[in-house]
């Protein structure tokens, strides 16, 4: 069974800190490692991974995949209260072309 | 930009009630989703459909039928609604499957059963 793990479950940070958030798979044949940002409605598309150590950057967002440890980490820098939201992690993989196998979540908290 | 709406964002009905939630996207998408998500649980697949009138079980089908009539609107049937099904629905839509599977999602609809 494909497994999801992120990590912290959740997070309080102030205004201005740099935070990592990890997510750590066990799949079957990967292929791809979504982040979702999700605040009170939908999910919405952050980043997706497929080749290892290949930075990718939006913003004070970055996210980096490292398939031979099988995880991946999202970094903010300069956090700011509108960052506070609950960060998602998908994983797509083995022959299930369609399924993302979803995390269960970081809840970060950013204050003021 | 893609959008993708669902009929409602809270809904209350009682045990055994039959209950819809329509979710329509405006992007062409081929593939549509339905997930619940729960605490502690996170998001979990109830179905999809990869055209119209197809559709695959996910990984929680029981309770649920869908019915896709038409390729822009997906819809989630809870035949006999059980208080075990309170949760927040949420609908995606995807151009592709595969690993470029960036699906876009909906507001979600928190569903509580009494």
């Known amino acids: 069974e494909d497994k999801v793990v992120q990590s912290p479950l959740s997070l309080v940070v102030h205004e201005g800190d740099t935070v990592t958030l990890n997510c750590s798979y066990e799949?079957?044949?990967?292929?791809?490692l979504l982040w979702y940002k999700q605040e009170k409605k939908a999910p919405t598309f952050l980043f997706m991974l497929?080749?290892?150590?290949i930075e990718k950057k939006s913003g004070r967002l970055s996210s980096i995949l490292d398939k031979k440890e099988l995880f991946s980490i999202l970094n903010i820098t300069a956090t700011q209260t509108g960052d506070s939201a609950v960060y998602l992690c998908?994983?797509?993989?083995?022959?299930?072309?369609?399924?993302?196998?979803f995390g269960k979540g970081t809840l970060l908290t950013v204050n003021p | 930009d893609v959008k993708v709406t669902q009929s409602s964002r809270y809904l209350v009905k009682r045990t055994g009630e039959k209950v819809f939630l329509e979710c329509v996207q405006d992007m062409d998408h081929e593939n549509m989703f339905w997930y619940r998500q729960d605490p502690g649980l996170g998001l979990r697949l109830i179905y999809f459909?990869?055209?119209?009138?197809?559709?695959e079980k996910g990984d929680i089908p029981e309770g649920y039928s869908v019915s896709r009539e038409k390729k822009e609107r997906f819809s989630l049937i809870l035949e006999s609604a059980s208080t075990n099904q309170t949760s927040m629905y949420l609908c995606?839509?995807?151009?592709?499957?595969?690993?470029?599977?960036?699906?876009?999602f909906g507001p979600g609809t928190r569903l509580t059963v009494l």
């Open positions: 497929t080749s290892s150590g």
């Open positions: 799949v079957t044949n990967f292929r791809s």
């Open positions: 995606a839509s995807s151009l592709t499957l595969g690993p470029y599977n960036e699906q876009f």
């Open positions: 459909s990869y055209d119209v009138k197809m559709k």
């Open positions: 998908a994983v797509v993989a083995g022959g299930s072309n369609y399924k993302l196998t």
